[in-house]
Structures are given as structure tokens and as C-alpha cells.
């Protein structure tokens, strides 16, 4: 089945560091991509996303691109705010159209940002 | 912008009893998801509804169920309450066709303990 690693958290950095937080999936036929963004007390909301092959994806100064050949979308940051404080959700689509297309959920990352 | 909203933030109930978890979407989305959110596990998708009055079980239905009615409203039931569901709950919703053309619209989660 379908499946969606994270790496563990959290992760802490200083304001205007690199981010990076890896995600790496495992999915039959050609899924799409998702990052997603939980901030303290809110429901997830849409990051950004990718729907094919070498597509990238970016919202907000994040990026993430789909890389086919080592099954990966890391999320990265050039220079992170404490405002980005939050926790972050890789996730795939089935391939499924017409219906329902279900998600599955990576674990999530916390990323704490200090000034 | 859509809303999703969700009819407790925090509820507390003891075993055995009967569990009510409403959710209410604005925006006439065709598809609407319950998740349960833990730490360690990230989103697991318990039931989701594609339809007025159509539901699938998505990974982990035991214990669940979910009725829908009207296409805005759709409610997650715990038949018999028991401490293992205790756990923070996600209602979501998205327009028909593939996830890939259409993000999921999170409500802000209720959060559950079962004494």
C-alpha cells in the first residue's frame, strides 16, 4: 500500500536558517504530492503541491519538487521566520478519479524557529 | 473561503457512552473526510463520503461510523465510547475528482478524551 515517511522532529533552528525536512513515499501508479501545514490550535491547511513528475511546487517561499527517481518531495526554506513555527505534513494522493481521492499522511515534522 | 467547522473544540466523555462529532462544510464540496490525528501516527483516515448518504471505510472504521444526510453535513459517531479513541479529530472536505485538483479543507479538530 501506500505509505509516506517523515523525518522525526522536532526540528529547531534560528531565524533566517535553511530548512530542510525530508519526505520520502512509497506508491503504485503516479501519485500527487502534498505538503501541508498545521499551526498551533488550526486544522491542516494546503502548503503546496505537485502533480507530476520533476513539477515543484511552492507557496510562501517554501519549494518542494517531485522527484520520481528517488521517490522523494523534500520541503525546503531559504530563510525560515518564527512565523513558520508549525507542524508539517508530507502526504500523497491515490490516483483515483471521479471519487474520493484519499490522502495518506506522513507522521509530521515540528519545526520550532528561535530568534 | 471555504469553512469547515466542526461543532466542539473540546469534548469529554466516559466509556461506554455515545459519541456525536458533527462537521459542517460551506462551500457544496462533494467529498468529506474524518481523520483522527495522533502523536507518532500523523492523520489516519477513519471514514470518508463521497455522496449524500454514500460512505467508504477508510484504514481504521473499527469502532466508527458516520452518517450523512445532507451534503454540508457529515457526522462521526463512536457507538460505544472506549479510551483508546480518545485522540484529536479532523473533518475535512474537498470538491469532487482527483485530490490532485482539489486540496482538503481541514476544520480547526475537535479534541476527545474518554475517561
Known amino acids: 500500500g501506500n505509505s509516506v515517511t517523515q523525518m522525526e522532529g522536532p526540528v529547531t533552528l534560528s531565524e533566517e536558517a535553511f530548512l530542510t525536512i525530508n519526505c520520502t513515499y512509497t506508491?503504485?501508479?503516479?501519485?500527487?504530492l502534498f505538503w501541508y501545514v498545521q499551526y498551533p490550535g488550526e486544522g491542516l491547511q494546503l502548503l503546496l503541491k505537485?502533480?507530476?513528475?520533476?513539477d515543484k511546487g511552492s507557496n510562501k517561499g517554501f519549494e518542494a519538487t517531485y522527484r520520481k527517481e528517488t521517490t522523494s518531495f523534500h520541503l525546503e526554506k531559504g530563510s525560515v521566520q518564527v512565523s513558520d513555527s508549525a507542524v508539517y505534513f508530507c502526504?500523497?494522493?491515490?490516483?483515483?478519479?471521479?471519487?474520493?481521492?484519499?490522502?495518506?499522511f506522513g507522521t509530521g515534522t515540528r519545526l520550532q524557529v528561535t530568534l | 473561503d471555504v469553512k469547515v467547522t466542526q461543532s466542539s473544540r473540546y469534548l469529554v466523555k466516559r466509556t461506554g457512552e455515545k459519541v456525536f462529532l458533527e462537521c459542517v462544510q460551506d462551500m457544496d464540496h462533494e467529498n468529506m473526510f474524518w481523520y483522527r490525528q495522533d502523536p507518532g501516527l500523523g492523520l489516519r483516515l477513519i471514514y470518508f463520503s463521497y455522496d449524500v448518504k454514500m460512505k467508504e471505510k477508510g484504514d481504521i472504521p473499527e469502532g466508527y461510523s458516520v452518517s450523512r444526510e445532507k451534503k454540508e453535513r457529515f457526522s462521526l459517531i463512536l457507538e460505544s465510547a472506549s479510551t483508546n479513541q480518545t485522540s484529536m479529530y479532523l473533518c475535512?472536505?474537498?470538491?469532487?475528482?482527483?485530490?490532485?485538483?482539489?486540496?482538503?479543507?481541514f476544520g480547526n479538530g475537535t479534541r476527545l478524551t474518554v475517561t
Open positions: 505537485a502533480t507530476k513528475a520533476d
Open positions: 475535512a472536505s474537498s470538491l469532487r475528482g482527483g485530490v490532485g485538483d482539489s486540496p482538503l479543507h
Open positions: 506508491a503504485t501508479g503516479y501519485p500527487s
Open positions: 502526504a500523497l494522493s491515490d490516483s483515483k478519479t471521479g471519487t474520493a481521492s484519499k490522502l495518506t
